[in-house]
């Protein structure tokens, strides 16, 4: 059963637990849809009913920010940990079937998705097929490239919600198993970014060390002050 934080389900799973239904996913006959909601997808689901009912219908959903963890604790089946996309991500790489899946990276400014690609390739030993930048014009010939690469598990970076909204509407037309959401994944396995130090990490200050790092996101940090007041009040009201 899901755990609902203001409309939105999330799946209650360990890190190990969320590695194995995610390439379990590869299994199935049907393509799957990945997501890994924050608290600023939550909001945005909040007011747009249609993406809202996208992220409660796909098949993985995980939850990305350590604000939703917090959260959970004020429900009847709180999270048991955050998954965060990019650890999912790093933990399933080191895992035999992924090395024996093909991928496709799709996303981030020009040669980033070349670089990430170069540097999971020698990392993990990934079979990485092909990749592309988020600023293509023509989406038929990208469905038709992605299509025609046999890519198994497709990694979209188009930021939120356009590579949710995409993944979902091309999941059928890319004859992949799995099409995920991953923000700016690639830009931190290229090295264009660096992720939070350890310690950040672990006390749920990522968000902080971003900040730091990039002032420009202080806007951003608004949303999830707002997130917390709601989730209060929601809380107060009995409505969680």
């Not at 990019?86 to 090395?99: G, V």
């Not at 980033?112 to 990485?128: I, P, Y």
Request: some cysteine; overall charge positive.
């Amino acid at each position: 059963m899901r755990t609902q934080i203001l409309g939105v389900g999330f799946d209650n799973l360990t890190m190990n637990e969320a590695k194995s239904a995610f390439l379990g996913l590869l299994h199935r006959d049907e393509p799957s849809l990945v997501v890994t909601p924050n608290p600023e997808m939550v909001m945005l689901a909040r007011k747009d009913a249609k993406f809202k009912d996208l992220l409660n219908s796909a098949d993985l959903v995980v939850p990305d920010g350590i604000g939703i963890v917090h959260a959970s604790k004020l429900t009847k089946n709180p999270l048991k940990q955050r998954v965060a996309g990019f650890d999912l991500l790093m933990e399933s790489f080191a895992t035999n079937e992924a090395k024996e899946a093909k991928w496709y990276f799709l996303g981030g400014k020009p040669g980033v998705a070349e670089k990430a690609k170069n540097q999971m390739e020698q990392r993990f030993s990934l079979q990485v097929v092909g990749c592309g930048d988020g600023y293509f014009k023509d989406e038929n010939a990208v469905i038709a490239n992605i299509a025609a690469s046999g890519a198994d598990i497709v990694l979209v970076g188009l930021g939120f919600p356009r590579q949710e909204i995409w993944a979902e509407a091309n999941k059928h037309k890319l004859g992949a198993k799995i099409v995920m959401g991953v923000g700016g994944s690639f830009d931190v396995m290229s090295g264009e970014l660096k992720r939070a130090p350890k310690f950040f990490q672990k006390v749920g200050l990522e968000w902080l060390y971003r900040l730091l790092r990039q002032p420009k996101r202080i806007w951003r940090q608004r949303v999830l002050l707002k997130f917390t007041i709601v989730v209060i009040f929601k809380k107060i009201r009995g409505a969680m």
